[in-house]
């Protein structure tokens, strides 16, 4: 009887996930990255990989907007009430919270993401990480934007952080949609 390959690749990928969970959840967001850039190393393209971009904006102003954005935008508390087809209504609470951390050669913005309805055993107290960006001048008028994922789940975090350290959209995520 044979195998159907496809099967013995969802099985690797299963097993590389159950044991990369053995070593927990990051607890900061120098585990974060390394968590990402591990992930991607085993998974591949069916990971989210770290995206680099740079941005023709100096530094201090980039800096600038991600903590004033941040501050506006992801101290966020989303409420969630659902009815299932059995008539059975679930509640949850989601609360993001967003870390900013700059100094003249580096600013950091962590978004991290505690959940009523998820056990996350091993996540720290304010919440799984979620996404990590570092901004870092490299000229007068030009800054290296590192953004780290959990998953595709936080395309909305994402697209949001590129669009702020760009300039060109500075509007609030409806983390609603998320």
Same mark, same amino acid.
């Given at each position: 009887m %044979?195998?159907d390959p496809?099967?013995?690749k969802? +099985?690797?990928? +299963?097993? *590389? $996930?159950?044991l990369?969970?053995?070593?927990g959840?990051? =607890?900061?967001?120098?585990e974060?990255? &390394?968590?990402?850039l591990e992930r991607? %190393?085993?998974?591949?393209?069916?990971?989210? +990989? !770290?995206e @680099?971009?740079?941005?023709?904006r100096?530094?201090?102003?980039?800096?600038?907007?991600l &903590?004033k954005k941040?501050?506006?935008? $992801? !101290?966020?508390v989303?409420? %969630?009430?659902g009815?299932?087809k059995y008539g059975?209504?679930r509640s949850?609470v989601?609360?993001? /919270?967003p870390t900013?951390i700059?100094?003249?050669? !580096?600013?950091?913005l962590?978004? &991290?993401l /505690?959940?009523?309805?998820?056990?996350e055993v091993?996540?720290?107290?304010?919440?799984a990480y979620r996404?990590?960006?570092?901004?870092t001048?490299?000229?007068a !008028?030009q800054?290296?934007?590192?953004?780290?994922t959990?998953s595709?789940?936080?395309?909305?975090l994402q697209? @949001?952080? %590129?669009g702020? *350290?760009?300039g060109?959209? $500075?509007?609030?995520?409806d $983390? @609603? =949609?998320?």
């Amino acid at each position: 009887m %044979r195998c159907d390959p496809s099967l013995n690749k969802l +099985a690797v990928i +299963a097993a *590389a $996930l159950v044991l990369g969970g053995c070593g927990g959840m990051p =607890k900061n967001a120098e585990e974060f990255r &390394q968590f990402t850039l591990e992930r991607t %190393r085993v998974l591949g393209a069916m990971s989210v +990989a !770290k995206e @680099t971009f740079e941005v023709e904006r100096p530094f201090r102003e980039v800096s600038s907007t991600l &903590q004033k954005k941040a501050n506006e935008c $992801l !101290k966020v508390v989303v409420r %969630r009430t659902g009815t299932d087809k059995y008539g059975y209504t679930r509640s949850s609470v989601d609360t993001f /919270k967003p870390t900013f951390i700059a100094s003249s050669g !580096k600013a950091e913005l962590h978004v &991290q993401l /505690k959940r009523s309805a998820v056990v996350e055993v091993g996540a720290p107290p304010d919440g799984a990480y979620r996404v990590v960006l570092d901004a870092t001048p490299v000229a007068a !008028k030009q800054t290296r934007i590192d953004i780290y994922t959990m998953s595709v789940d936080d395309s909305l975090l994402q697209r @949001t952080l %590129r669009g702020w *350290a760009r300039g060109d959209n $500075l509007g609030c995520p409806d $983390l @609603t =949609k998320r």
